[in-house]
């Protein structure tokens, strides 16, 4: 069969490789599997149910349809929910668990949500005033035991009548058909609802399917737990799914290195700062050693520093890093599970020190790139003909149409564009021009094929001597030092480039007690004379790759990390720029005095 809609990947699915393991989560303490056949049934029970319910597309018009939320972490009903929703052709609304009350209340309130799917108590105390205030809302269903109804009910409601409609209903849903509307936080302004089709989110799967390439393989595990809210997790569900591979639900973020090392996945997807937290966690174990142990730990960081598939590297290097890999790197491996095949990066540019030294360690990492508006990869390093650039974010995906526009924006067009945002058809008209989607960031390409991101155009600033300075890449270079845990460049209409720059308490405190410094909170550590000259060594070294234009001139260290619930960053950890200049104006202001 040629699938045509996202719920095609469970007949996909079972005509070609049925499993007994396609959707696995733990359950008091121990993995429990769903099949293919049990997850199609669950979905099309729940399909009958949310018909029986009331819940429907109506005239199959984004205003028409029914709008079903859902605010959940990523477990099996979270995948079954959006099945079921899809076949009777309402619009799945995911939720990030983490979005603040009051955004929750804008984003329900545009969407017209009929209907929540919820997982806890927990989140559903977080949100049930926001919910009584909706008028809109005529169903809360939970997946955990709360005031509410269970949603296994919505199940018991179907019948065969129903059961049969769904399947008329299904027939009549073609690729063009709006399966989601994703809701993006942004770094700036109010949260826009991007409209995606089933065509929309299909093509870019098996686009991406086919570039990187992922293999039809049923024995290969993925481990998921990058939010489903977010479209970068949800497509590679939807690769996982029509390639057979199994998907294990992560118990959480603070238990994701215990499930690695008990499901041992050869896949997963990740964002850069997670891949930070593990090399924090490493280095740290590393810096506890003693004597050679920790005299080679510390040589194997650097040799693999040095690492580049791109370049020649002499017989010698490559005998250092075959020991190192040998003597260190393996026990890294083990850590993860020792069955890596690859893990893809996105969401936000990741450090090129970090790449080096986890592709040097022989754990593959692939970085990609994509917004939500195009479902959303444009492009993505590949696992094969040395097709892996570090430093960019590879070639664009098989398929779509590319070009850069004089000030280097990136744009393309293909079937992955979205239909718009929803209910804003001017910032629409102004985003997809003549078929094609201008992003918003600033890219280059690299020896022709691999597409460089060096900025957002919108955070682009212009200095009082009237010279433009792009703040990303400046902020990457800030971040590879591990004594640092966020960065934000200054400078707009201002006569030099300033820094407003958050430590890395661990690393931080790790480098004291290596020094023999004291170290009894953070905001003593930053006073120490020791400390201060550590960043302006680190600054001053960046410096020298710079433009005199762009070179940091004055920083300012801070002591109180930016967070979600702050509102000074976004679910998927990117600095809201906008919110974080405003919180620091004064601080900012002081740093060009």
């Known amino acids: 069969m040629i699938p045509t809609r996202l719920f095609d990947a469970i007949d996909y699915q079972q005509l070609n490789f049925s499993k007994k393991d396609m959707l696995v989560h733990k359950s008091n303490g121990h993995w429990q599997s769903h099949s293919t056949l049990e997850v199609g049934e669950a979905a099309l029970k729940m399909a009958a149910g949310l018909h029986n319910l009331g819940i429907s597309a109506r005239d199959y018009t984004a205003e028409g349809a029914d709008k079903v ?18 076949q009777v052709g309402a619009v799945l ?24 799917l919820i997982s806890s108590p927990l989140l559903f105390n977080k949100y049930q005033a926001v919910l009584r205030e909706l008028p809109s809302i005529q169903y809360i269903y939970s997946f955990d035991q709360t005031d509410n109804p269970l949603w296994s009910e919505i199940q018991l409601m179907a019948d065969q009548d129903a059961i049969n409609r769904v399947q008329e209903i299904k027939a009549g849903i073609t690729g063009d058909h709006l399966a989601t509307i994703i809701y993006t936080s942004g770094t700036t302004g109010q949260p826009k609802g991007v409209m995606l089709s089933h065509s929309n989110i299909l093509s870019c799967a098996m686009l991406a399917k086919e570039s990187f390439p992922f293999p039809d393989n049923p024995t290969l595990r993925a481990l998921s737990f990058l939010p489903l809210n977010h479209i970068f997790e949800k497509c590679i569900s939807y690769v996982y799914m029509f390639s057979g591979i199994s998907i294990y639900f992560a118990e959480g973020m603070e238990k994701i290195g215990e499930n690695i090392k008990e499901i041992k996945p050869h896949i997963f ?12 966690k490493i280095n740290k174990t590393g810096q506890q050693l003693q004597g050679t142990q920790k005299k080679v730990f510390n040589w194997s960081i650097r040799i693999a520093e040095r690492y580049d598939n791109q370049k020649w590297h002499s017989p010698l290097y490559k005998t250092k890093l075959r020991l190192a890999q040998i003597l260190v790197f393996s026990k890294w ?11 893809i990066t996105g969401g936000a540019a990741c450090p090129q020190r970090l790449l080096r030294i ?24 590949r696992h094969v003909n040395n097709e892996n650039y570090i430093g960019t974010v590879g070639p664009v995906i098989d398929g779509l149409e590319f070009k850069l526009e004089e000030d280097g924006e990136i744009c393309v067009k293909g079937p992955t564009v979205m239909q718009g945002y929803y209910k804003q058809p001017t910032l629409t008209a102004e985003t997809v021009i003549d078929g094609w989607l201008h992003t918003g960031d600033i890219g280059t390409l690299i020896e022709g094929s691999f597409l460089k991101i060096t900025d957002r155009k919108k955070e682009l600033f212009k200095t009082s001597g009237g010279k433009y300075v792009a703040p990303q890449p400046i902020e990457n270079k800030l971040k590879e030092l591990d004594i640092v845990e966020q960065a934000i460049i200054v400078g707009a209409e201002q006569k030099y480039v300033g820094a407003l720059i958050v430590p890395n308490a661990e690393g931080l405190k790790d480098w ?10 953070l905001e003593q550590a930053i006073a120490l004379p020791e400390i201060k000259k550590l ?5 001053q070294k960046i410096n020298q790759t ?17 967070s979600i619930d702050a509102g000074e960053l976004t679910p998927k950890l990117s600095v809201r720029r906008k919110v974080v200049l405003e919180k620091y104006k004064d601080a900012i202001a002081r740093l060009f005095n």
Not at 269 to 280: G, N, S, W
Not at 535 to 539: E, G, L, R
């Open 535 to 539: 960043f302006k060594d680190h600054i």
């Open 512 to 521: 004291a007690t290596q020094n023999n410094l004291p170290y009894n909170t």
């Open 93 to 116: 609304v995911p939720i990030y668990p983490t979005t603040p009350p009051e955004e929750l209340f804008y984003i329900f309130k545009e969407a017209e949500i009929k209907m929540v």
């Open 546 to 562: 710079l433009s005199s234009t762009e070179q940091i001139k004055k920083h300012m260290l801070l002591t109180k990390p930016w």
């Open 333 to 343: 491996q083990a850590a993860l599970g020792g069955e890596i095949l690859y893990i």
């Open 358 to 381: 986890f592709n040097a360690a022989c754990i593959p990492v692939y970085e990609g790139y994509g917004p939500t508006e195009n479902s959303p990869v444009i492009a993505v390093n």
């Open 269 to 280: 997807m990740t964002v850069p700062r997670l891949l930070e937290k593990v090399f924090e």
């Open 69 to 86: 939320a859902i605010i959940s972490e990523n477990r099996p009903e979270w995948i079954i929910s959006d099945l079921a929703v899809q």
